[in-house]
């Protein structure tokens, strides 16, 4: 029975998780594996046809149907394959760790600016009240609108890749930091002080560590995020990266190629999302054993 709130034990958490995803890959199978009764459809090209326009029409042949089309949804299979030929002949895994160093370069330049700044403003509030109307509405900003503006700056380079990393992941980390610094719990600044704690005792020996885990958990989100803009970001004058063999696969219609590559970048989010919860718990085991 579900009750609320109530977590699973883990053996039984990875088994629906396991049952999850058996699930979805087989309804993957079955819609593309043809099933349906077979349809009529020519085999002759069209100059065939018009070359033996006088002898009839061209011959047909019975071919069964998967439910959905593969110019909409390739079957695993295909997929897959698509996945060997990209490895084999376009350097997939050399795409995805250029795509991963990018990420990783901005995410860390962001957060280079972002805790800092955050630390500070979630310290002292009216710090705060002077940079949050200018920092605060960027996080509305979409981040492609402003897309042509860094072409403009940065050129076509990586750097121009980079920088529009750093700005989609330090807008949203940057009021993140600041919330985790100021949900820190007064009483621990309260006690701090009775100890006759001093100002730069209280930032780097409460404040800061208490807000640790929900700063590496913004991160860890905020990471993620930076999968969704990488592929925007590769689109112009990428040598390597998965934007750009996304932009190739969609130029030759490749739309088996399309499923692989999105079934490479979910696969690296995950990855990178489960190293990073797995690095959380061992930084933070005060957290995880808190009643």
């Known amino acids: ?7 699973l034990a883990p053996t039984r958490r990875q088994l629906l998780s396991a049952v999850s995803v058996f699930a979805f890959l087989l309804l993957w ?13 020519p085999t002759a090209t069209v100059a065939d046809a018009l070359a033996e326009d006088s002898e009839g029409a061209a011959g047909m042949e019975a071919l069964p149907r998967p439910i959905i089309p593969a110019y909409i949804l390739p079957s695993p299979q295909a997929v897959l394959m698509s996945v060997v030929v990209l490895h084999r002949e376009h350097a997939l895994v050399r795409s995805a760790a250029r795509s991963l160093y990018r990420i990783t370069l901005a995410f860390l330049l962001a957060a280079l600016v972002a805790i800092p700044i955050g630390l500070v403003m979630g310290t002292w509030p009216p710090i705060r ?9 960027l996080r509305y900003l979409p981040i492609s609108a402003v897309y042509p503006l860094f072409i403009l700056w940065f050129g076509i380079g990586d750097t121009m ?5 750093f700005v989609g992941i330090v807008v949203y980390l940057l009021p993140l930091v600041i919330e985790s610094v100021m949900n820190v719990d007064q009483v621990y600044l309260d006690t701090a002080y009775t100890l006759g704690a001093k100002p730069r005792h209280i930032i780097f020996r409460v404040l800061l560590p208490a ?11 905020l990471y993620g995020v930076g999968w969704t803009y990488v592929i925007l970001a590769e689109l112009i004058n990428a040598e390597y990266g998965l934007g750009y063999l996304l932009t190739q696969a969609q130029r030759r219609q490749h739309i088996d190629w399309i499923y692989a590559l999105i079934l490479v970048v979910l696969l690296l989010g995950v990855s990178t999302n489960y190293i990073f919860v797995f690095a959380g718990k061992r930084l933070f085991a005060w957290k995880e054993a808190k009643p």
């Open 1 to 7: 029975m579900l009750k609320i709130r109530v977590e």
């Open 29 to 41: 199978w079955l819609l593309t594996w043809p099933l349906l009764p077979p349809l009529e459809v």
């Open 129 to 137: 009240n002077v940079i949050e109307p200018l920092s605060g509405p």
């Open 161 to 165: 890749k980079v920088a529009f990393l």
């Open 211 to 221: 807000a640790w885990p929900g700063i590496f958990e913004a991160g860890r989100v």
